[in-house]
């Protein structure tokens, strides 16, 4: 069976031939996991919060990387690409959401360089007008506006990149700079070579906060900033007889997760000065006639990452949280994992080890604050003999993923951080105490959680899903992923 898992890529129809039904312990490892029903949940969680709190929502696929229907029937259908070759990817399935009466509309999620327009503007001569939305940020970026025309037969929806501080992409929302782009993009609009849309900006180092208050006071001053372009934008355009109404685009997982925390019953979280600031900066933003548009992509997996910002509520509420409290999300909120095998264990040497056959290829290779490990493993499948209890998956076994390479992952028990705190918080104490000096065997199989799932997810195919509402310890779908540029 392993060897017809390799390159070239089988249909889904054939994976599922060869997987669904399987028991995890079956399968070929590495082998990246997907829990449906975490990852439903969670993508359930964001899109009520965009619905009750008024605003829109525009899927990033750069994790997930498919077009299997992650946006639950919404009527529009807005995506965020990393690549062409992603938007290239959801063709098919964009044509059956405008068969069913849906709008479809593929924002290339940076400044475009001029080589991939033609590619873009093919897509959209088979998808439609309004279809494509690209990223400026230069004024020489307008230069393929006529050669998108020329092939797709109209022009793109234009958003301008802003800068709000996280400094990758983008420029300033008061800067000369914005307002010469914006006046030779209105020139373009009249020339019949694009549509303005809006403005866009990219709060990553939400990645580098903490808490709830954090990530709100990120969106905060994110929001704030982006207006300030928007409303630029908005004033520029009525000069010219052309009023509209501008779409602000902003966010990252965990800056939009946060604001889940501004529903609900009051809690320390939603009734903070800063969530009460949030709450009417949204409100403040639609007065003036623009709209805000929340977009995110690890939402639907989450990861170590996402886990230690600590932005969102969790749906699995600890059955020992306080009632007057909130319980913040941990690892039975995390819908990824990759199932990877032991290679060998070293249990003599101080302290003890075990080798996994999963590397940097698997694992990716991202540090992050807080904690020095690669990755983490879960209790799935460990038990000091027959008899003990068989961790699920939900609970941290202590050890993490120490030192990669290529293909080797170095599993050691954790020396403590932030992280094995947050971990801890979802119980399984007793667990972790009753594991053992060494709780691994040579060809044991363990799900490991990685650092930053999008990385990780790179290195495969296609995704074996369980679904831990149905039977957690068996395939039930095969899910086909998309990878290159």
Same mark, same amino acid.
């Given at each position: ?40 949940? @969670? ?23 498919? &077009? ?43 400044? +475009? ?57 983008? $420029?300033?929302?008061?800067?000369? @700079? ?8 209105? %020139? /373009? ?6 549509? $303005?849309?809006? +403005? ?12 709830? =208050?954090?990530?709100? /006071?990120?969106?905060? %001053? ?8 928007? !409303? ?31 529903? &609900? ?52 509420? @600890? ?9 913040? $999300? ?24 075990? !080798?996994?056959? /999963? ?15 690669? /990755?983490? $493993? ?8 027959? %008899?003990?209890?068989?961790?699920? &998956? ?42 053992? %000096? ?12 990685? @650092? ?20 957690? =310890? ?12």
């Amino acid at each position: 069976m392993d060897s017809a898992l390799q390159s070239p890529l089988p249909s889904r129809e054939d994976l599922k031939k060869l997987l669904v039904g399987k028991k995890l312990s079956e399968l070929p490892t590495p082998i990246a996991l997907v829990d449906r029903h975490v990852a439903a949940i @969670n993508c359930k969680k964001m899109l009520d919060a965009c619905s009750r709190l008024n605003v829109l929502f525009r899927s990033h696929i750069k994790t997930h990387k498919m &077009g299997d229907d992650l946006s639950n029937d919404l009527k529009h259908v807005n995506l965020i690409v990393s690549t062409v070759r992603e938007a290239e990817f959801l063709k098919e399935y964009l044509l059956e959401c405008k068969q069913q009466g849906r709008t479809v509309n593929v924002l290339y999620g940076m400044p +475009v360089p001029p080589s991939n327009v033609d590619r873009l503007a093919k897509l959209g001569q088979s998808l439609g007008q309004g279809s494509i939305g690209l990223l400026v940020d230069n004024i020489s970026q307008l230069e393929s506006l006529k050669r998108f025309r020329k092939t797709a037969g109209f022009g793109p929806y234009i958003t301008f990149k802003i800068d709000t501080g996280y400094h990758r992409a983008g $420029i300033p929302p008061t800067s000369k @700079n914005l307002e010469d782009l914006v006046r030779h993009t209105i %020139e /373009a609009e009249k020339n019949g070579l694009c549509k $303005i849309h809006g +403005v866009y900006s990219h709060s990553g180092h939400s990645y580098y906060t903490t808490s709830p =208050e954090e990530n709100m /006071a990120c969106l905060l %001053e994110e929001i704030q900033k982006l207006s300030e372009g928007a !409303l630029l934008v908005k004033k520029l355009l009525s000069e010219e007889k052309e009023p509209r109404r501008m779409i602000m685009s902003v966010g990252a997982t965990p800056s939009c997760s946060s604001v889940a925390h501004l529903l &609900g019953p009051p809690t320390e979280h939603n009734q903070s000065p800063t969530a009460t600031k949030l709450r009417e900066a949204l409100q403040d933003v639609l007065s003036k006639g623009l709209s805000i548009e929340l977009h995110a992509g690890n939402y639907p997996f989450l990861d170590m990452q996402q886990l230690y910002t600590q932005a969102s509520p969790s749906v699995f509420t @600890n059955q020992d949280q306080d009632q007057d409290s909130q319980s913040l $999300i941990t690892q039975k909120d995390i819908a990824y994992t990759v199932l990877a095998e032991v290679a060998s264990t070293y249990a003599l040497r101080s302290p003890p080890q075990a !080798l996994i056959a /999963a590397g940097t290829l698997a694992l990716g290779h991202e540090p992050y604050e807080g904690y020095s490990s690669w /990755a983490m $493993i879960s209790d799935w499948g460990l038990g000091s003999d027959k %008899e003990s209890r068989i961790g699920h &998956g939900d609970i941290y076994s202590g050890w993490d993923v120490v030192k990669v390479s290529q293909e080797h992952g170095m599993l050691q028990r954790s020396m403590g951080s932030k992280m094995q705190a947050i971990m801890q918080k979802a119980g399984g104490d007793e667990v972790v105490n009753g594991l053992g %000096e060494m709780p691994f065997a040579v060809g044991q199989k363990v799900r490991v959680w990685p @650092n930053h799932c999008c990385v990780s997810a790179a290195g495969f195919g296609f995704y074996a899903v369980v679904d831990s509402n149905e039977d957690p =310890e068996r395939v039930v779908d095969v899910w086909i992923r998309c990878n290159g540029w």
